[in-house]
């Protein structure tokens, strides 16, 4: 049974870091393109950042130079550092792990919510 679990949202001010974390299971994770992405109320889900299996990292362009993505394939684990948060950033993230490239599944963790107020 693949599970994908978030952990470290929260609520913090305007200026604030946050880290989140996406604990996988029952995948290969090696194997897995990982992936965070937001949905806020009323929007459609959008992606935040990706890395891919060798490493490679993209970011929305609303949150470069604030965001960083990086993974730990020996605890099977991706994370977000989230910095300089904006009330814009306020949203549910979802972590998502993409088997596409060697044909295996798409998963989604159950979110973790991230407020951003003063």
């Known amino acids: 049974q693949v599970q994908l679990v978030e952990s470290g949202g929260g609520s913090v001010q305007p200026g604030g870091s946050l880290r989140l974390s996406c604990a996988a299971s029952g995948i290969v994770f090696s194997f897995y393109r990982m992936g965070w992405y937001r949905q806020a109320p009323g929007k459609q889900r959008e992606l935040v950042a990706r890395i891919t299996t060798g490493g490679n990292k993209m970011y929305a362009d609303t949150v470069t130079g604030r965001f960083a993505i990086s993974r730990d394939n020996d605890k099977n684990t991706v994370y977000l550092q989230m910095d300089s948060l904006k009330v814009e950033d306020m949203a549910v993230y979802y972590c998502?792990?993409?088997?596409?490239?060697?044909?295996?599944?798409?998963?989604w963790g159950q979110g973790t919510q991230v407020t951003v107020s003063s």
């Open positions: 998502n792990a993409d088997g596409s490239i060697f044909s295996a599944g798409n998963y």
